[in-house]
């Protein structure tokens, strides 16, 4: 089963981290994005840019553009994960081992890997 | 997560809006600070042990007030404090009282901190210490250091703010539209020069200050977060990113200045150019133009060009001229003469910045153009003197390292001269 697994956490902390903790973060999900590449099991991760870079665009007669995220929150979406695992429990291992935030685990519907887009490091 | 270092950044964070509501609260600056230490020791204390609350904001906001209230009633009553597990407890239950209380006046009360710390009342001197000490936390200490001035010094200077502010008497009902957005004017200039206090010093050996530079990106992302349509807002924060992207290769390893167009780019932070290109972008789209907006524009121009020969010139002395009308400024006009010179020569550069000498002879970057201009023209006499005077303006060694250099260049240059003159005679 095909799982994405979003990670939220507030953003004006992370905005409030220090060197090292940027760093040591980062460098936890690339030892656990290698590990599970090297298994096979992850797909497109994703981080995304802090909310403030965010537009909606609202459909309806006239589709609006609005500037910021879609919803209003205390903790915001921060980046995500695709995998690929067994069951559930190892899914929620996999999040368990993600070393800052809170993260909901989506089964995936669908799935289309589409182009291989150019990597962002 | 309970490791102090990220506690710490949790309390960091959560400061601007907490105290903010506790002075909306309290209506008293001292207390609303007091009662939000109270509610960080509590913290402390409590986070590593339990975990941190779900909503850090809302925990402190309510303990703070919590503790502070009992501790009036202690005085009133001489009661003994109840202990410290009930006054913690408490949030667990009440956090969405906490909650529905205050969403609704959060982005007032932030905005109405800020405010309160750049009040037209206040000189600048006296802004930006008041700032950095309360809603960002720093100490006493660190603003001195940060301002090379003595740690009383700096404590007098805060207090002395404190009591301005007190008299000023800022209203605490949700403010109407012009009072919104005089506030939100006020706001952003305060950050930014909170941002130039630190990208560009005012004294001493050192030339940069990142954590200053840090936190008025963080304030900035702050007000932007609050007010997410504001294009001003927007082009502000996007200008500070993008300027700041480049400090890693704004000094060599001696910390002498390198020039935009002699910076490594390799060394630029694509991170922050990216989401400053972003902003950028967002914020053109509403054709609402301002000084921020423009000026991102041209920071953007810059960060665009994967090498200085390609860089859109005509362009920058386009977005200058619209920025020249928009805040007519002779420093404006200066900056646009760096761009006239690549785009229609030195000479015309050279026309354009004359009729300002008058009223930037006190200014360092007008002789150091000057002189830069007076080289490529060809007339070093002329060009020594203008470095001469910019050396005696320059307010950081490294400034003044940086006209040295110039001064040195056209010696070598007159001594190679005179002895090709020689060999030749």
């Known amino acids: ?121 | 997560m309970t490791d102090l270092a990220w506690i710490d950044a949790a309390l960091t964070s959560a400061r601007p809006q907490a105290i903010g509501a506790l002075l909306r609260y309290f209506r008293d600056l001292d207390a609303a600070e007091e009662a939000y230490q109270e509610a960080c020791l509590r913290a402390l204390k409590t986070w590593p042990v339990k975990g941190p609350p779900r909503d850090p904001t809302a925990w402190l906001i309510f303990v703070g007030r919590n503790v502070t209230l009992d501790e009036v009633r202690r005085r009133s009553k001489q009661q003994a404090l109840p202990p410290d597990e009930i006054i913690s407890d408490l949030e667990d239950t009440e956090t969405d009282v906490a909650d529905r209380l205050d969403a609704s006046h959060y982005r007032d009360d932030v905005l109405r901190l800020l405010f309160i710390c750049c009040h037209p009342d206040l000189p600048a001197t006296q802004q930006i210490p008041l700032a950095l000490r309360i809603v960002s936390g720093l100490s006493v200490k660190e603003i001195a250091r940060a301002f090379l001035v003595s740690e009383s010094a700096m404590e007098q200077r805060i207090t002395r703010a404190k009591r301005r502010v007190e008299a000023a008497d800022v209203p605490f009902e949700t403010p109407g539209a012009p009072e919104r957005a005089e506030r939100l004017t006020a706001v952003a200039t305060m950050i930014y020069l909170l941002f130039n206090e630190g990208y560009s010093a005012s004294g001493g050996d050192v030339h940069v200050r990142v954590p200053l530079c840090e936190e008025a990106i963080r304030l900035a992302r702050l007000l932007l977060r609050l007010f997410p349509a504001e294009c001003e807002v927007m082009g502000l924060t996007a200008l500070l990113l993008l300027q700041h992207a480049r400090t890693a290769a704004r000094l060599d390893a001696d910390g002498a200045i390198v020039l935009l167009e002699d910076q490594d780019r390799r060394r630029w932070n694509k991170g922050l150019i990216a989401e400053g290109l972003v902003l950028v972008d967002k914020a053109l789209r509403h054709r609402r133009p301002g000084p921020y907006q423009v000026q991102a524009a041209i920071a953007a121009v810059h960060s665009r060009a994967v090498r200085p020969e390609d860089t859109d010139w005509a362009e920058i002395d386009q977005l200058y001229a619209a920025l020249e009308t928009m805040q007519p400024s002779p420093v404006i006009t200066l900056n646009r003469a760096v761009a006239v010179a690549k785009v229609r020569g030195p000479a015309a550069a050279l026309d354009l910045i004359e009729p300002l000498a008058v009223r930037l002879d006190g200014y360092f970057h007008f002789f150091g153009v000057k002189g830069a201009l007076l080289i490529q023209l060809d007339r070093a006499e002329e060009a020594r003197v203008a470095f001469d005077r910019a050396i005696a303006l320059a307010r950081t060694a490294a400034e003044a390292a940086h006209i040295r250099l110039h001064i040195d260049r056209l010696i070598k240059d007159h001594q190679k001269k005179t002895k090709d003159n020689k060999a030749s005679a």
């Not at chain 1, 903790?21 to 995304?48: I, M, N, S, W, Y």
């Not at chain 1, 909606?56 to 915001?76: H, L, M, S, Y």
């Open chain 1, 1 to 121: 089963m095909l799982y994405a697994i979003f990670i939220y956490g507030p953003e004006a902390e992370v905005a409030s981290w220090n060197e090292k903790q940027h760093a040591d973060v980062v460098t936890e999900h690339t030892v656990l994005r290698e590990k599970l590449t090297a298994q096979g099991k992850v797909g497109p991760v994703v981080r995304l840019m802090p909310t403030t870079t965010a537009v909606t665009v609202r459909k309806g007669n006239e589709p609006v553009v609005i500037d910021g995220p879609f919803a209003e929150t205390k903790e915001q979406l921060l980046g995500l994960y695709t995998v690929d695992c067994a069951t559930l429990d190892e899914a929620i291992d996999i999040a368990k081992a993600m070393p800052w935030g809170t993260f909901e685990i989506r089964p995936v519907f669908r799935f289309f890997p589409g182009a291989a887009l150019p990597e962002q490091a």
